[in-house]
């Protein structure tokens, strides 16, 4: 295990059995709940909920959390206006009219004296009563008003104290508890480095009750998969959380999510590459990141709070996106000429169509500012933006190909390497790997000069490779054709290779176990050495999260040649249709970035470029009228739909042709009881 943590893998996980006497039990949940580290698993998963242990605790703290929930309505209405007192009209006609009413509504009828000095010195006695009864109700409103207040000021404390007290004795049920020596027995998973910090806890917590016997913490041997937990602070979580929404990482599997910081907001810049429109997100990201201690005070909503929880994301989206603005010389559809161009216009301004003529310099980075404005700029942009993604895109799958060695080697599987991805390797790297290379050449060949001849269609190459072998219109070197043939009959090879290789293997591995006479074992009859977890046998899931732990006993089932043969053959049609469809796929890159640019350009075309017509006042105020008009749709539609369109693509390319290359994805994430997350979900 490393000295420090890291996003390449996840933890190493342990897991500890708890022996907590139960004097202690309350304080050592309380602080292992403010450590955050411990998952615990539920010791009675068959007891009815309402007949464990704290059910009694549970229910009172619930009618505390009524009380709490009352006190916040009446803080909570404290502002709203008092309900005013009914009038009344003395007529004969209105008094009998209301006297049968309320005779047939059953009402209380009270008898008023005909003489009107009498009716005066009741009235005064009743607005005397209702004076005295006004006042009263004033001072009790003002002291309500006042003990509000005070409750107010502890409200959020009692809330806080409410869940945690609630989570500690949801968490005390999930224990066995010994009646001989009345301890509560609990296991649970806790990452390996933090064992030291546990028994600090622990040892606290004995201290805080006051008692002198101590919690036990001790290792426990278990054949259960641990839980997979990666650290992460603000800046990785983000990306983090992109990953795990595709699925959670098996234990110890090597963590896309680690290489995603780079590769994500790389592929949605080259799809939103723009200096300006970068410039844009980046400012957006980098204030909310300068402001998010104020920001994190106040509830922004969900949208905006989805923002903001990945703005370290957005950050480097954006800083991306001025990097890939300035290879497009793109900014606000405008470029820009920083150095000097490698190509300039004829001065005889003619009729005809003008041809550049090189002027011998070559633009050091980017694309040289001469091909804005230009007739064909769209053709060759369109040519190497498409190119560019079909690069980029077999980059992406060949090193997400590779990282199923460091996967292999780690979990033991040194077959897999030869068996199933060097035959995948080699059948990505014959294709599409030659096309790559193809496309380069082509670039890196000057086509004007005399004796080189026609640039070929790399398309057409590679479908003649596939429809007629050994034939080549145009050749880019002496023996292509030869190379083609070569390259693909080593990828037929790969296919019976990677479809019989590794079936073969776990076959005659299954022969040789069953000739050395082994057979399955389940739970931990006949088992020696350290101690295992109390439920091994018979556990159902992992923890109170449910997760079966079927893949883990999978001798129980016995070896089907059948079942290997079918997965094994729909894996080999999956990755060699894959390779086709996934390649095909990163054109997107290619595709939303000319959409982007094409969008841009319409959009300052049909504004700001239609303002500048010489003119007065009216002139100057229709052009900020038109800037005011082009800047929000700048905002809202080149830069938030643009780029939620672009996001979204970048998410697919990950998801599915690079994750779909190594990924398992069989892990269930690590959920320990944690009071920093109850104050999470409070907010």
């Known amino acids: ?91 004969t006609l209105l008094l009998a009219k209301i006297r049968k009413v309320a005779e047939s509504m059953g009402a209380t009828l009270y008898p008023i004296d005909a003489n009107a000095d009498k009716r005066s010195d009741a009235l005064r006695e009743v607005t005397s009563r209702l004076e005295d009864i006004e006042h009263v109700l004033n001072r009790t409103h003002a002291t309500r008003k006042a003990e509000l207040m005070k409750i107010a000021e502890a409200l959020e404390g009692w809330k806080d104290t409410v869940a945690k007290e609630k989570l500690i004795y949801e968490t005390l ?62 800046f990785t979580e983000g990306f983090q959380t992109i990953i795990d929404s595709y699925g959670v990482a098996s234990y110890q599997e090597v963590n896309p999510g680690l290489f995603a910081v780079v590769t994500f907001p790389f592929l949605f810049a080259v ?20 402001f998010e201690k104020k920001i994190q005070k106040i509830d922004i909503g969900e949208m905006m709070g989805t923002f903001f929880y990945g703005r370290y994301i957005i950050l480097l989206m954006g800083i991306f996106s001025m990097f890939t603005g300035l290879i497009y010389n793109d900014i606000f559809s405008k470029s820009l000429h920083i150095w000097h161009s490698g190509w300039e216009w ?17 633009y050091p980075f980017g694309l040289d500012p001469a091909w804005h404005g230009s007739e064909n700029a769209l053709v060759f942009t369109n040519s190497y933006k498409m190119k560019l993604s079909i690069i980029l895109g077999v980059i992406h799958m060949t090193f997400a190909c590779c990282l199923q060695v460091p996967n292999h080697i780690h979990f033991k599987r040194l077959s897999s390497i030869w068996a199933e991805f060097l035959p995948q390797l080699i059948f990505l790297e014959s294709i599409f790997g030659y096309l790559v290379v193809c496309i380069i050449m082509k670039w890196c060949t000057d086509w004007s000069a005399p004796g080189a001849g026609n640039p070929p269609s790399l398309l057409n190459m590679l479908i003649y490779m596939f429809l007629s072998p050994g034939t080549v219109e145009d050749p880019m070197f002496s023996g292509q054709a030869g190379l083609q043939v070569f390259l693909l009959m080593l990828a037929g090879v790969c296919v019976p290779w990677m479809l019989c290789t590794k079936p073969y293997l776990q076959y005659r591995e299954h022969q040789k176990t069953v000739a050395a006479g082994y057979v399955g074992i389940s739970g931990n009859e006949g ?84 303002a500048f017509e010489p003119g007065g006042i009216g002139a100057a105020l229709f052009l900020m009228f038109m800037f005011l008009m082009w800047f929000q749709l ?39 009881v944690s009071f920093a997350k109850l104050q999470e979900a409070d907010q």
């Not at 549970?58 to 709203?80: H, Q």
Request: proline share 5%; glycine share 8%; hydrophobic share 40%.
């Open 346 to 362: 004829p001065h005889d301004q003619g009729n005809g169509t003008l041809t550049a003529v090189s002027t011998g310099h070559t």
């Open 1 to 91: 295990m490393s000295d420090y943590p890291s996003l390449f893998r996840s933890e190493e996980m342990s897991l500890v059995q708890l022996f907590i006497p139960t004097e202690v039990a309350h304080d050592t949940i309380a602080e292992l709940g403010e450590l955050g580290n411990v998952q615990f698993k539920d010791l009675n998963p068959d007891v009815n909920p309402f007949q464990r242990s704290f059910v009694g605790e549970i229910r009172r703290i619930d009618e505390m959390a009524r009380r709490v929930r009352f006190f916040n309505g009446l803080v909570e209405k404290e502002g709203l206006p008092t309900r005013p007192l009914d009038e009344f009209t003395a007529t």
């Open 527 to 610: 088992m020696e050495g350290p101690r295992r977890s109390i439920d091994d046998a018979e556990e159902e899931g992992h923890g109170a999260n449910g997760h079966g732990g079927a893949e883990e006993m999978e001798e129980e089932h016995g070896f089907e040649m059948g079942e290997v043969v079918i997965h094994q053959v729909i894996h080999t049609i999956e990755f060699c249709l894959g390779c086709i469809s996934n390649t095909a796929s990163y054109l997107r890159l290619w595709a939303l970035s000319l959409a982007h640019a094409q969008l841009s350009e319409v959009l300052y075309t049909m504004t700001i470029e239609s």
């Open 634 to 672: 700048t905002v809202f539609i080149l830069c938030v739909m643009e780029g939620l369109s672009a996001f979204l693509h970048a998410l697919r390319l990950h998801w599915v042709e690079a994750n779909g290359k190594h990924y398992e994805a069989a892990g269930y994430p690590f959920a320990p």
């Open 173 to 234: 049920n999930l224990f066995n508890y010994d009646a001989r020596r009345k301890t509560l027995i609990a296991e649970g998973w806790v990452p390996t480095r933090d064992i030291t910090r546990i028994m600090l806890a622990l040892r606290h917590a004995t201290e805080t009750a006051g008692t002198n016997v101590p919690p036990i913490l001790q290792e426990i041997h278990t054949v259960r998969k641990p839980p997979t937990f990666h650290r992460v602070n603000k």
């Open 271 to 290: 799809m939103f590459g723009d200096l300006g429109h970068g410039t844009l997100v980046t400012l957006t990201a980098a204030a909310m990141i300068f």
